[in-house]
């Protein structure tokens, strides 16, 4: 069965950085897009970032382009999210996620000093 394991997340002080990964298993990885997306505490989910299946596509919500970076290995069927100058309001649970409503359990990204 699909497979999304998140990890990575943690403590960080303002202007730090961190990389976010995701194991995929049970399913092609290199035969599908993957996104992140983050939940911050009384909001929505959205979007953060996408990535094609090659890798060659990306897109980036506005609040983080220039300071996020999605990127894939599909030999190691991983996706990552490296995070640069992170910010308060970047603190959310963030979720890997596979087309067709798969989603893995969350990574805590905690941006505080």
């Known amino acids: 069965q699909v497979q999304l394991v998140e990890s990575g997340g943690g403590l960080v002080q303002p202007g730090g950085s961190l990389r976010l990964s995701c194991a995929a298993s049970g399913f092609p990885f290199s035969a599908y897009g993957m996104s992140w997306y983050r939940q911050a505490p009384g909001k929505e989910r959205e979007l953060v970032a996408s990535?094609?299946?090659?890798?060659?596509?990306?897109n980036y919500a506005e609040s983080v382009k220039g300071r996020f970076t999605i990127s894939r290995d599909n030999a190691k069927n991983t996706v990552y999210l490296q995070m640069h100058s992170l910010k308060p309001e970047d603190t959310a649970v963030y979720y890997c996620?596979?087309?067709?409503?798969?989603w893995g359990k969350g990574a805590l990204v905690t941006v505080s000093s």
């Open positions: 990535i094609s299946s090659a890798g060659g596509i990306t």
């Open positions: 996620k596979r087309r067709g409503d798969y």
